[in-house]
């Protein structure tokens, strides 16, 4: 998974990678633990922008799905403070208006909708269902993981 993920976090947020960092390039490195998650063929993992001196600035995800051809990138997100993406605990904020689903898949039934700036926790590994991740939110039911993940907030 992390071999997949790491140059597609790196090429989607231009980062190269921390083993050839020099000079003011930006750069990825994964974490030392990378954290990662294995859900319902689906999984991310954590990293760190880091610049030529090995320094860390922002925290990093990776989030991947897994189907017969292996694994497959979905996106990377970098923050500067927690909750802005979804994990174990973590707090996220939804976008727009959300689908909230009684099970993971398109064909689950709608139980509601969070409205922009609901604050939820995210309570279980992903799961890869329909073309989506999907993560299931503490208390309240399953909703798909492109609402889930914040824009990006840094320039990294």
Request: proline share 5%; charged share 15%; hydrophobic share 35%.
């Amino acid at each position: 998974m992390i071999v997949i993920g790491r140059p597609g976090i790196e090429a989607e947020l231009g980062f190269k990678d921390a083993s050839s960092c020099a000079g003011s390039d930006v750069c990825f490195a994964v974490g030392k633990p990378s954290r990662a998650m294995i859900g319902t063929n689906a999984g991310t993992f954590y990293g760190n922008e880091v610049n030529s001196s090995g320094s860390p600035g922002a925290d990093c995800w990776a989030f991947l799905y897994e189907d017969s051809g292996g694994w497959h990138y979905v996106n990377g997100r970098c923050v500067i403070s927690e909750g802005y993406t979804p994990g174990p605990g973590d707090r996220v904020f939804v976008t727009g208006c959300a689908n909230l689903r009684d099970a993971p898949g398109l064909s689950s039934n709608v139980i509601g909708c969070l409205g922009s700036g609901t604050v939820v926790d995210v309570d279980s590994a992903p799961t890869y269902l329909d073309g989506h991740i999907w993560w299931h939110l503490a208390n309240r039911g399953w909703m798909a993981h492109d609402f889930l993940v914040a824009p990006k907030i840094c320039q990294c």
